[in-house]
């Protein structure tokens, strides 16, 4: 599958990036691109700035594949303190994402 790449730029972006990230991704997927892969590399100082930038390219995707790649451990943490996490990570294909169960018998002991 080929990724078309954006990158959020550093240290951190601010909201007008956001918009044209935003903008340039809705641009990418109208142009036909299969997938897109966001590089977060490049963000040194994350802020709240930063988690609002990825979670609204990720309501931009709509479900389409959209990859966060190079995170680095401060914005990592930064994105579990505010429970998004899951932004970097996407469950494997017919996984379910963690802590969700698939279903119960009537046998099942409680949990």
Same mark, same amino acid.
């Given at each position: 599958?080929?990724?078309?790449?954006?990158?959020?730029?550093?240290?951190?972006?601010?909201?007008?990036?956001?918009?044209?990230?935003?903008?340039?991704? *809705?641009?990418?997927?109208?142009?036909?691109?299969?997938?897109?892969?966001?590089?977060?590399?490049?963000?040194?100082?994350? *802020?709240?700035?930063?988690?609002?930038?990825?979670?609204?390219?990720?309501?931009?995707?709509?479900?389409?594949?959209?990859?966060?790649?190079?995170?680095?451990?401060?914005?990592?943490?930064?994105?579990?303190?505010?429970?998004?996490?899951?932004?970097?990570?996407?469950?494997?294909?017919?996984?379910?994402?963690?802590?969700?169960?698939?279903?119960?018998?009537?046998?099942?002991?409680?949990?």
């Amino acid at each position: 599958m080929e990724e078309t790449r954006l990158v959020l730029p550093g240290p951190g972006p601010t909201p007008r990036d956001t918009a044209l990230l935003c903008d340039r991704l *809705t641009r990418l997927y109208a142009a036909g691109a299969p997938a897109v892969e966001c590089d977060v590399g490049a963000v040194t100082a994350p *802020t709240l700035a930063a988690v609002e930038a990825l979670a609204r390219l990720r309501i931009t995707a709509a479900g389409r594949p959209l990859r966060v790649t190079g995170a680095a451990p401060p914005l990592r943490a930064l994105l579990h303190l505010v429970g998004l996490i899951e932004l970097l990570e996407e469950p494997e294909e017919r996984e379910p994402p963690g802590g969700v169960q698939e279903g119960v018998e009537p046998d099942d002991l409680p949990v």
